[in-house]
């Protein structure tokens, strides 16, 4: 091979050999460089990887906390409505009975008044009379004065014994009233057209009843003459 002089000053020209020699090393280094920056790239990849799952499960645990708070928060505020609701259905229930308690308590205490006023006025049993002469002008009596009849017991009593003798089925058969078909009958000797002119209601409609004979002859001689007390002879 000839040989070369360099020039001073000149980098030498690079014979073949040397650029072989420096495309070996240039490949070499390309594939040293790639062979170390590969396992660089596959760990960093991995752990994005790796990372991500982990970033999602965390994600998911805050979202399932959140609804499973909101549900415990839910279900509190319904458990303290509804206790809310029951307080005051029970007090609703124990004011209504309390007012029926007291309104069966005033219901009763009126009934137990009224029963006690009922007590108080006892009914007034029904006046007797003997049956006599006495007991039939006594009962004459409170009838005359029911219907405002004048009259007392003495002018009664004196005009029946002039007139009958206290008998109640005494007739007079002699008489003008006898000669007239209507004789006189009874205590106070009335005749028929009398007696039923002057009956008094509330008394018997007979003749020979001796209240109703007493009561209409005192209720004649009030028309006639102001009072049987006013009567000392026949009338």
Do not use: C
Not at 93 to 116: M, T
Not at 125 to 152: E, F, V
């Amino acid at each position: 091979m000839p040989k070369q002089h360099s020039i001073p000053g000149r980098i030498p020209a690079m014979t073949k050999a040397h650029k072989l020699s420096f495309a070996g090393v240039a490949t070499l280094g390309a594939a040293a460089l790639a062979f170390s920056l590969a396992p660089a790239d596959t760990k960093a990849s991995a752990d994005s990887v790796s990372a991500a799952p982990v970033a999602l499960s965390s994600q998911q645990l805050k979202v399932k906390t959140v609804g499973l708070s909101g549900q415990l928060a839910d279900a509190q505020a319904a458990a303290a409505k509804k206790k809310a609701a029951d307080a005051a259905a029970a007090k609703k229930a124990a004011e209504a009975a309390a007012a029926k308690k007291a309104a069966d308590a005033r219901k009763a205490k009126e009934a137990a008044s009224r029963s006690a006023q009922r007590a108080a006025v006892k009914p007034v049993a029904a006046k007797t009379y003997a049956n006599n002469l006495d007991g039939w002008i006594r009962q004459s009596l409170d009838i005359m004065k029911k219907h405002g009849i004048p009259g007392t017991y003495d002018g009664l009593h004196r005009n029946i014994i002039r007139e009958s003798s206290g008998n109640p089925n005494a007739i007079n058969g002699w008489d003008i009233n006898a000669i007239n078909g209507v004789p006189s009958i009874g205590l106070l000797q009335v005749i028929k057209p009398t007696f039923d002119a002057y009956h008094v209601a509330g008394t018997a409609w007979s003749q020979y009843n001796p209240v109703a004979n007493i009561t209409a002859a005192a209720n004649y001689a009030a028309d006639r003459y102001g009072s049987i007390d006013n009567v000392n002879s026949a009338y």
